[in-house]
């Protein structure tokens, strides 16, 4: 037993040094010492001195050493057995002492996972304090039993106590009368008490943040917390039986009584005990034991996280730990599937409308994978699971397609391309036959909108080149694509019947994802603009077409008075409406020079329009490329670097603009100066002739 003391002596001294003092050095000596330069801001605290029968009393409990401890405990407890041992002293100890450390004899056999040690303590009721919080701690569930156990038994006993104490005084017929005038004084006095002790909800707070500093474990720090964070199932299975929960945080942007005071008091302790809370809400375990869809727990977890981030900055590295190891379990429990049954469950599963067990559906909806796209799970939608499932889904009807040879890939692909119209008529008039079911494979069925949307773009490139079909068709020599409002040519009468089937396909994806999913995809967005330019267009070019037929009969009616009048005086005038003298008919008419038109003229807008809605429509091969395992990537980069372009062009912009402001500053003088010169002299001048003065403010707009 004597090196065991001298260890703890040891260590008590260390413990001594650590505070800053030395055992022979008293508390009032050091406080008066030149060294102690910060006596007025801090107070150190001492722990009571131990005598020399509690430190063999913890070095006992420390080794396992039965008979001494319960010798030790005996003593204190004042049991006879204990008094009639004459080897013992009769100086009863502490058993509730702490060593140096702040260790209690209950948490050094918890330390050391003595659990017979443990019984003897709580036999003999020593203060539990933190032992099961430091049981948990230590991960020991044998301990963490016989404390909940012990701490069940003392409130049985209290209940009993109670109700003991109620059958007592209800004995008393003229105190529980209410005749009694006793009685109605008290009830009176209780009720004034009731009414007087408003608690203040600041004086609550500063309760809690004053508690002693010897704790080891804050006050959010539950058990279940604490078994969260060690994420250890048995403990937490235990606690769970019981009803213990770990209570989800109010929101960050919460502006309640509680929260406002607690951020006002200490707001380091309330954004501390909020990682606390979801870092126990975050826990595998925890998510496995509480949650009826761990699935959709993760991932709301997983967004939470994420919005708390980007909110609470200074914290954002342990949010988006706990966002990480979210979205890690969501993947691992997919991991855990054995089948392609369980897997189609899984990524079909619906919480909103979860299926009945006695139907089979006949099409997969893939609700839950959906989700995790929605919610940017990308380790759970890249899992190798979810991503075979995916392939099997989309070579469907293709069986043995993706170990064939490339070039069998691509001439099997060339195949359905080039018969794609005859398999979208034949799906268009007879969708329950054996063609029209080749159409609804996912692979075909991409194939044949791929080769589609090409021969779209096809023809917005052949009206491009402005084939005047009017003329090859005809054979007139005079060109119809440069009249005002000409009438449309076949190729824009078929992509005008592209369009009206773009905007239906939007139509129904609108339809079927609601308006808020919609929008949150981009590339929708894209598509939505551009139907619209073509749809703008299409109404520029009625507009304009209507206008000028308008104008050509407007004319032609002058034209036929005109002639009439001149007949009647014998004066020949040119039958051509657009050679007349009149100013107002040169801008009008079918046969007007491109030169000669307004520059608000509908046709020329809708040109535009349509130059616009090309380059947009060019732009969607960027999305279908998406599907390649060496362009998809590339478009992540692509977007990426389009926002680091953004961030710098606010520093480029920044600084031009001052420079350009300080330049401004030292040259405005000059540049009028040289302007007023310029306006009072008539003669003529090269630098006022080419408005000089005015190239510097040029540059100012341009910059």
Not at 212 to 229: F, G, K, N, Q
Request: proline share 4%; with cysteine.
């Amino acid at each position: 037993m004597s090196r065991a003391i001298q260890r703890l002596m040891k260590d008590y001294r260390k413990a001594e040094k650590l505070i800053g003092r030395s055992t022979n050095e008293s508390f009032a000596d050091f406080t008066n010492s030149a060294s102690f330069t910060t006596q007025t801001m801090t107070q150190i605290r001492r722990e009571p001195e131990l005598t020399q029968d509690e430190k063999k009393y913890l070095v006992a409990v420390e080794r396992g050493d039965m008979a001494t401890t319960r010798r030790y405990l005996a003593i204190s407890s004042g049991t006879t057995a204990a008094l009639l041992d004459v080897d013992m002293p009769m100086t009863p100890i502490n058993i509730n002492c702490l060593d140096p450390l702040g260790r209690s004899a209950l948490s050094i056999a918890i330390e050391y996972e003595n659990i017979e040690m443990i019984e003897l303590l709580l036999s003999y009721n020593v203060d539990t304090g933190e032992a099961l919080l430091h049981a948990i701690d230590e991960e020991f569930v044998e301990a963490v039993e016989l404390l909940l156990q012990h701490e069940d038994l003392k409130q049985q006993q209290q209940k009993n106590s109670i109700n003991a104490d109620n059958n007592r005084y209800s004995n008393n017929i003229g105190i529980n009368d209410k005749s009694n005038p006793l009685f109605t004084l008290a009830q009176d006095a209780l009720e004034k008490e009731k009414k007087e002790q408003q608690y203040d909800i600041t004086q609550k707070v500063n309760e809690q943040l004053n508690l002693s500093t010897s704790r080891l474990y804050t006050p959010d720090i539950t058990p279940v917390v604490l078994a969260a964070h060690r994420d250890n199932y048995e403990i937490l299975k235990i606690l769970l039986e019981r009803g213990e929960k770990v209570t989800e945080p109010h929101d960050v942007r919460c502006d309640c009584a509680n929260c406002i005071v607690y951020n006002k008091e200490d707001s380091l302790r309330h954004s501390r005990s909020r990682i606390n809370a979801y870092k126990a809400l975050s826990s595998p375990c925890y998510i496995s034991l509480s949650s009826r869809d761990p699935i959709m727990t993760a991932f709301d977890l997983n967004r939470e996280l994420k919005r708390l981030s980007r909110i609470e900055n200074e914290f954002k590295q342990e949010y988006e730990q706990l966002a990480q190891q979210c979205q890690e379990y969501s993947a691992a429990l997919l991991a855990e599937t054995r089948s392609s049954k369980e897997l189609e469950i899984i990524l079909n599963y619906d919480s909103e409308n979860p299926p009945v067990l006695s139907e089979t559906p006949e099409k997969m909806n893939l609700s839950r994978l959906k989700l995790a796209i929605r919610y940017k799970q990308k380790k759970f939608v890249s899992h190798a699971h979810c991503q075979q499932l995916l392939a099997s889904l989309w070579y469907e009807g293709l069986p043995g397609f993706r170990r064939r040879h490339s070039v069998i890939k691509i001439l099997i692909t060339t195949l359905v391309g080039l018969l794609f119209p005859v398999l979208s008529i034949a799906y268009l008039l007879m969708p329950r036959s054996s063609i029209g079911r080749i159409m609804r494979q996912p692979f075909i069925k991409f194939i044949c909108h791929s080769v589609s949307y090409i021969f779209f773009l096809i023809l917005l490139f052949v009206v491009s080149l402005r084939i005047d079909f009017a003329k090859v068709l005809s054979g007139i020599e005079e060109e119809t694509n440069e009249r005002r409002g000409p009438p449309p040519n076949p190729v824009e009468i078929a992509i005008m019947f592209y369009v009206a089937g773009f905007i239906w396909a939007e139509i129904k994806q609108l339809y079927q994802e609601g308006l808020h999913q919609y929008m949150a995809d981009t590339w929708n967005l894209l598509d939505w603009v551009t139907n619209c330019l073509y749809v703008a267009a299409i109404v520029l070019r009625v507009m304009a077409y209507i206008k000028v037929n308008q104008e050509e009969r407007d004319l032609q009616n002058k034209a036929i008075s005109v002639h009439g009048s001149h007949n009647s005086s014998g004066v020949h005038t040119p039958n051509h409406p657009n050679l007349t003298s009149d100013p107002v008919s040169i801008s009008t008419g079918h046969n007007v020079r491109r030169r000669d038109w307004n520059a608000w003229d509908p046709t020329l807008i809708s040109e535009g329009i349509f130059a616009a809605a090309n380059i947009f429509s060019s732009l969607k091969l960027v999305y279908i490329f998406t599907i390649n395992p060496h362009l998809g990537p590339l478009q992540i980069s692509l977007g990426r670097m389009v926002h680091d372009i953004l961030k710098f062009s606010v520093l480029i912009l920044l600084v031009a603009f001052a420079f350009a402001c300080g330049l401004n500053q030292l040259f405005w003088y000059y540049a009028r100066m040289k302007k007023s010169e310029c306006e009072l002299d008539a003669g003529f001048d090269e630098y006022c002739a080419k408005d000089i003065h005015k190239h510097f403010s040029k540059d100012f707009n341009y910059i």
